[in-house]
């Protein structure tokens, strides 16, 4: 893209937004950074050495709307008046992830869904870098994309994407994509309709030809419809837990398969490194993806069995006189809540709360009511949950911090039971994310 004396604004200066900016700068942009909110130290000084122009706490609209093409923070949502404002002006807005692939050769093995997107992309990052391929890791996870084309240029990417990203994204082109489920997520961001959310995510096949790969969960039935309706142009590759797949990947409760143009790798469902039905999916997926970069099977399957999930996402904190801790925080929808509810082998006090993104609780109440012994709400407005569940749980409290939350579900345990922290919402009317949550939870946790 000719940059020669023109101007580009990047709005929101986290990670994502100094990696654009960094690029840019060396692309010959003009550059000038904006953020409504206060800039990190740390980001203001690497903004200051790259010589870029910058303002904190504030959105100088006389400024960036003399911009040519401008790159938004995903968390900006459109009705912000700054954006209504560019809207007006006709100025093209992008993502980071698309400014990037301007300037990107490397093959893009692109991760997207409503669940289990961060531990597919994470369990992919680790097949290839266990094979010895120079990949990079980024999207909502790992260090700036933009930033790793600007300095490191590798022959991968493995990138995590959300449906606010791909909304914004135009012409790049995932080589191999992954779609790992859809339900009900963000329909705040669009008008309350999931047609619009499903169509945000399916772009993530945008521009794909018949060379390139689509691998997708054959259970979920908005998917399938979905691929039925499109006819994608890439090959496609299913992974399915209820029918064998002639070209992807299927498991029953004994063993995995991966079936890629007549090479099959089996191994046991029990050496998998991660338990539970939504990780076989995600162990498929991501086993999928790395047999389609044809490494070797023994590599495939050496990695299925030796990776460590992130942070936040059904991480074991500790057990305490018998009581087992787990932090699900990354758990932000019903969907998310409800995989982990059922991964649960053990009666089970689920601390659930936050900020309701439009949830329907219906879908857990069989679960619930199977599983949960107590509930402790952690949020500010808990009726909607208290309301669902006060039938199926003679016990509800409610918790306004971390410590609070920790100290009534201690109470409410017993011994060789489980405290599971998933909350179903986001994390923003107490803490100021999901990871902030997280921390909190396990500091109180190890305070016991």
């Not at 500790?318 to 758990?331: C, P, Y």
Request: net charge negative.
């Amino acid at each position: 893209m000719d940059a020669q004396n023109r101007l580009l604004v990047i709005l929101g200066a986290g990670e994502s937004g100094v990696g654009a900016a960094i690029l840019g700068k060396l692309k010959g942009w003009r550059v000038f950074v904006s953020d409504g909110a206060a800039i990190k130290v740390s980001f203001q000084q690497e903004l200051r050495e790259a010589q870029i122009e910058f303002e904190s706490g504030k959105h100088s609209n006389e400024q960036i709307l003399k911009a040519d093409l401008i790159i938004k923070s995903p968390g900006i949502p459109e009705k912000a008046p700054i954006i209504q404002a560019i809207r007006e002006k006709g100025i093209q807005v992008i993502s980071e992830i698309e400014f990037a692939g301007f300037y990107s050769n490397a093959k893009h093995i692109c991760i997207t869904g409503s669940n289990g997107k961060t531990t597919t992309t994470m369990w992919c990052y680790h097949i290839l870098k266990k094979a010895g391929l120079n990949v990079g890791l980024a999207g909502n996870v790992g260090q700036s994309f933009s930033k790793q084309v600007a300095t490191e240029a590798h022959d991968y990417y493995v990138l995590e994407l959300s449906s606010f990203q791909l909304d914004d994204m135009f012409t790049f082109k995932a080589d191999i994509a992954i779609l790992t489920n859809i339900s009900a997520d963000h329909l705040d961001r669009y008008d309350y309709k999931m047609s619009n959310y499903v169509a945000a995510k399916f772009r993530i096949l945008q521009n794909q030809l018949a060379a390139d790969s689509f691998i997708y969960n054959a259970d979920d039935a908005i998917i399938t419809s979905q691929v039925k309706a499109l006819q994608p142009s890439a090959a496609l590759y299913p992974f399915s837990m209820k029918e064998q797949q002639a070209n992807g990947g299927y498991a029953d409760d004994k063993q995995l398969q991966i079936n890629i143009n007549k090479q099959l790798l089996t191994m046991s469902i029990h050496e998998l490194a991660l338990k539970g039905k939504h990780n076989t999916q995600n162990a498929l997926a991501a086993g999928i993806a790395a047999r389609l970069v044809e490494i070797r099977t023994e590599v495939v399957r050496e990695s299925l069995q030796d990776f460590v999930n992130v942070e936040h996402r059904m991480e074991f904190v500790a057990k305490v006189n018998g009581i087992e801790f787990i932090n699900d925080s990354k758990a932000t929808n019903v969907n998310a809540a409800w995989f982990a509810l059922e991964s649960m082998d053990k009666p089970t006090v689920w601390i659930v709360g936050g900020v309701d993104k439009g949830n329907d609780y219906n879908e857990l109440a069989e679960l619930v009511a199977q599983k949960v012994t107590a509930i402790v709400c952690l949020g500010t407005d808990n009726h909607k949950i208290i309301e669902a569940f006060k039938s199926q749980v003679e016990v509800i409290v409610e918790a306004g911090s971390a410590n609070e939350a920790v100290a009534f579900a201690y109470q409410l345990a017993q011994k060789d039971q489980t405290v599971l922290l998933s909350p179903a919402c986001a994390s923003f009317d107490l803490f100021s994310s999901y990871e902030d949550r997280g921390q909190q939870f396990k500091q109180a946790v190890r305070m016991l």
